[in-house]
């Protein structure tokens, strides 16, 4: 009986060593293929200890409470968000169902059957049975459930942080879709009044004509000048219209009305957004979730290649049953229909074609697809964040330079204007100031929204935006 016992505690300790095995490769980050520093890194100083973008609040970020309200509505009613969670609560459910691959299954049975075992004679049979069993459980010696439960998690993680990379992008989306609306304002407003400006010329000019002061030339000028600008209002209208639709996607709900600043206050008015530093590119690592989705389906991979492994082995089954069995319903559960089974069986792969073999060149070939994606979304994070803070950089600069030479057409106009009204300058002359003062007013317009957009994007780039309070 001792050496009995001592032989059951050898088998099972050994059967736990085995147990605790993984195939699994040593999992290694791999080097981030980027430079250490990026480019422009100082273009805007920011103040010591300032925390980084990730860790700030979207709320203490978009302060406006416009703005603030539009974003509550795109985080509660965007499909794509609602897609995102949805696809986090399906990978955390597989994820369970893999898992329980490690425990066994145990299941109650009951049946019954009658049977005339030959068409000769009058004999009829009856077996029934009631008990508890565990059918064809797997003894993880080597690890294969449990590499397939690590992949599974891994997927879950990756779902997770790609369901924060859907909400930073659809709050900057949502950002930038707004400055886009009020920035279609405030150039529908500069047409506006350029179109009352080029209609008092077109007036004036067809009295001087009349008169025969004007030629025909300056006359027709003026009125394709005039049509032109009622042409443009018309594309900005429709462009606004687009602009709004396209918001509203991103909602998935109409665009409040009281959300959309009035044409008079346009994008000077609004609040600055806070200077975020832009930090070392290995902060993106920590920060960026597209990139740790990234790398947790580069560690699915890596998992999925110890089950690849493992398949190369024994594999271990268990099948075994507890309860009664009897002729007679009624004697069901007396004394002595008590039945029991235990039934292992290991299987040991021989031949298969070489399946085994092709699995695991192609978990192989998947771990480098996976390194070679996890590196690409490093780069293109770099990329991001360096294009981002080329705008931070030279965007100050030319929105002052396009401000001041929008205030120099204005003033050339108005000499224009009383020029010709003074008969002194020609038609032309005053046309051409028009246009000049025109055009730079709408490129100031749009290089003002393009600096403020470059802000949101700079904050999404670095992480920001799904951290909340």
Not at 167 to 174: C, D, E, G, P
Not at 302 to 331: H, K, Q, Y
Request: aromatic share 8%.
């Amino acid at each position: 009986m001792t050496k009995r016992f001592i032989t059951t505690a050898l088998a099972g300790a050994a059967a736990l060593m085995l147990a605790g095995c993984s195939l699994i490769p040593t999992y290694e980050r791999p080097a981030a293929p980027v430079p250490a520093t990026f480019p422009n890194a100082a273009a805007a100083p920011t103040a010591p200890g300032q925390p980084p973008a990730a860790t700030v609040a979207w709320q203490d970020y978009f302060t406006d409470p416009r703005l603030q309200q539009l974003i509550h509505l795109a985080l509660t009613n965007n499909r794509d968000l609602q897609v995102s969670i949805l696809n986090i609560e399906q990978a955390r459910a597989q994820f369970q169902i893999t898992r329980a691959a490690l425990y066994p299954a145990l299941n109650a049975s009951a049946s019954g059957t009658r049977q005339r075992p030959s068409l000769v004679g009058d004999g009829v049979s009856s077996v029934y049975s009631v008990g508890l069993g565990v059918t064809a459980w797997e003894l993880d010696f080597f690890g294969r459930v449990a590499s397939l439960k690590d992949a599974a998690l891994a997927q879950y993680l990756a779902t997770e942080e790609a369901r924060k990379a859907t909400q930073i992008s659809l709050i900057a989306s949502v950002a930038n879709g707004w400055l886009a609306v009020l920035g279609d304002d405030e150039a529908l407003e500069i047409t506006r009044r350029t179109m009352v400006t080029r209609d008092d010329s077109l007036k004036l000019t067809k009295l001087r004509f009349d008169n025969g002061v004007a030629s025909e030339i300056d006359y027709r000028f003026a009125e394709a000048q005039a049509e032109t600008a009622r042409a443009t209002y018309a594309q900005q209208q429709r462009l606004r219209l687009q602009d709004e639709n396209a918001l509203a996607l991103l909602l998935g709900a109409p665009v409040p009305p009281e959300t959309i600043v009035g044409a008079a206050e346009g994008l000077q008015a609004l609040a600055p957004m806070p200077e975020v530093p832009a930090g070392l590119p290995s902060d993106l690592l920590v920060e960026r979730p597209d990139i740790r989705a990234a790398e947790q389906q580069l560690i699915a991979a890596n998992a999925n290649i110890g089950a690849a492994r493992a398949a190369f082995f024994p594999r271990v089954t268990l099948t075994t049953s507890i309860g009664t069995t009897s002729s007679e319903f009624s004697n069901l559960f007396s004394s002595g229909t008590k039945a029991w089974a235990f039934a292992p069986q290991i299987t040991l792969p021989i031949f298969n074609a070489g399946a085994n073999q092709a699995n695991l060149d192609s978990a192989r070939a998947g771990q480098k697809i996976a390194v070679a994606q996890y590196e690409k979304s490093i780069q293109s994070a770099f990329r991001e964040v360096a294009d981002a803070l080329a705008g931070r950089a030279t965007y100050d600069e030319e929105l002052r330079a396009l401000v001041a030479q929008s205030k120099a057409e204005e003033t050339r106009f108005q000499l224009s204007d009383m020029r010709y009204r003074g008969g002194v300058a020609s038609g032309l002359d005053l046309l051409d100031a028009q246009r000049s003062l025109f055009t730079s007013q709408l490129a100031t317009a749009q290089i003002r929204q393009q600096r403020l957009q470059n802000q949101v994007v700079l904050y999404k780039t670095l992480g920001g935006g799904w951290a909340t309070r």
